[in-house]
C-alpha cells in the first residue's frame, strides 16, 4: 500500500517519513542483503527474510520519502528527520545499490540514491552542507560499481548512469576535492559507447556540463575529448 502510494502520488510520504524510516530502511536494504559500502560488488545473497519484490517496492517508497524530504539548509527545525538520517541512509542505500541481486532493487537502490544527493544539496549554489563530504564518498561506492559493470540489466545501467548525474550535478565539488570525481566521469563517458546508455549518458554529461559547482568543469575536460566521437559519430536510439 506504501508504495502504491509514493506511485500514485509522488512526495505523498514525505510528512510520514521520519515515522516511515526505520520500517521501510529494514525491508529495503536488510544488513543480510547488502555488502559493505566501501566493499561494492553485486556477489551477496539474497535475504531470506525479505522478497526482491518486497525490497524493490519499499526502496520505491523511500525514493517517495527523500523527493519530499526538507533540505538540510531549509529545514523548518533542526530536528528535520532529513537532517538525522542522512548519514545513516548513505551507507544502507549505497550497500543496496551495489550488492542487491534482484535487479529493480538495485535499481530502485540506485534510484534513491540520485535521490539522495539532491536532498542533500537541492540547491547547487550554496555551500556544501555538514557532513556531506562523506555522504557523497559513500553513494559513490554505491554507484560506480554499477555504472562500470558491462554485464549489468538494462534497467540497472540506465538507473547507475542517472545517479551518477546527479552526483555530480548536485555533489561534484566534494567529490572533486576528494579526488573521487574523475572515476565517475570517466565511467560515465564510457556509457556513451553503449546503444542501451547512450541517451541516458549525453543527457548526465549535459547536466554535469551546465553545474557551476567547483572543479567539475575541469573534470569535464578530459571526458569532453573522449566523449565527442561518440556524440558526433552516434545517433541515440529513441
Given at each position: ?219 569535464l575536460g578530459g571526458v569532453a575529448g ?13
Amino acid at each position: 500500500v506504501v508504495a502504491s502510494l509514493a506511485e500514485v502520488v509522488p512526495g505523498a510520504l514525505a510528512d510520514a517519513a521520519a515515522v516511515l524510516l526505520p520500517g521501510l530502511l529494514s525491508v529495503a536494504c536488510p544488513p543480510s542483503s547488502s555488502v559493505a559500502a566501501a566493499g561494492g560488488g553485486n556477489d551477496n545473497n539474497a535475504d531470506n527474510d525479505t522478497s526482491p519484490a518486497l525490497r524493490a517496492a519499499a526502496l520505491v517508497a523511500l525514493r517517495s520519502a527523500l523527493a519530499g524530504a526538507p533540505s538540510p539548509g531549509g529545514a523548518p527545525s533542526s530536528s528535520s528527520w532529513a537532517q538525522h538520517a542522512m548519514p545513516s541512509l548513505a551507507p544502507a542505500l549505497a550497500s543496496a545499490a551495489a550488492g542487491d541481486r534482484y535487479y529493480k532493487a538495485a535499481a530502485a537502490a540506485l534510484r534513491c540514491c540520485g535521490e539522495l544527493a539532491r536532498a542533500v544539496r537541492p540547491v547547487v549554489d550554496v555551500p556544501l552542507p555538514a557532513g556531506a563530504d562523506a555522504i557523497a564518498s559513500t553513494l559513490l561506492k554505491g554507484v560506480l560499481p554499477r555504472l562500470q559493470a558491462s554485464d549489468a540489466d538494462a534497467e540497472v545501467k540506465e538507473a547507475a548512469v542517472a545517479a551518477a548525474g546527479s552526483l555530480v550535478s548536485c555533489l561534484g565539488d566534494a567529490l572533486a576535492s576528494s579526488g573521487e570525481l574523475s572515476a565517475l566521469l570517466e565511467a560515465l563517458g564510457a556509457r556513451l559507447r553503449d546503444a542501451g546508455t547512450l541517451t541516458a549518458a549525453a543527457r548526465a554529461l549535459a547536466a554535469a556540463a551546465r553545474s557551476p559547482l567547483p572543479g567539475v568543469e575541469n573534470g569535464l575536460g578530459g571526458v569532453a575529448g573522449a566523449a565527442a566521437p561518440e556524440l558526433t559519430a552516434s545517433k541515440p536510439r529513441s
